[in-house]
């Protein structure tokens, strides 16, 4: 069993910057794969960036130059920095982990005003 707690969403004006953080309650050197998607009102969930339990990173083309994912070991946390927000970024942020499983955090929602 894996508990995912996500923060850091908030309100935000265009062009600014937030940082997202998910902290585990495993030891995230041993999860495969951790991940931020996001699902705005009427879209399916989507992978915004993943990151490897040995630090290789993909980011989805929408947000590629603009987020990046980290994460940090000692601390069971991943991060996922945005910069350079967008209106269509607006969504609610879920944290991901693959460990033979999957497991979801509840969400933190990203409000981006134009």
């Known amino acids: 069993q894996v508990q995912l707690v996500e923060s850091g969403g908030g309100l935000v004006q265009a062009g600014g910057s937030l940082r997202l953080s998910c902290a585990s309650s495993?030891?995230?050197?041993?999860?495969?794969?951790m991940g931020w998607y996001r699902q705005a009102p009427g879209n399916q969930r989507e992978l915004v960036a993943s990151?490897?339990?040995?630090?290789?990173?993909n980011v989805a083309d929408s947000v590629k130059g603009r987020f990046t994912i980290s994460k940090d070991n000692a601390k069971n946390t991943v991060y996922l920095q945005m910069n350079s927000l967008k209106p269509e970024d607006t969504a609610v942020y879920y944290c991901?982990?693959?460990?033979?499983?999957?497991?979801w955090g509840k969400g933190t929602l990203v409000t981006v005003s134009s």
């Open positions: 991901h982990a693959n460990a033979i499983y999957n497991f």
């Open positions: 495993r030891n995230i050197f041993s999860i495969n794969v």
């Open positions: 990151i490897t339990s040995g630090g290789s990173t």
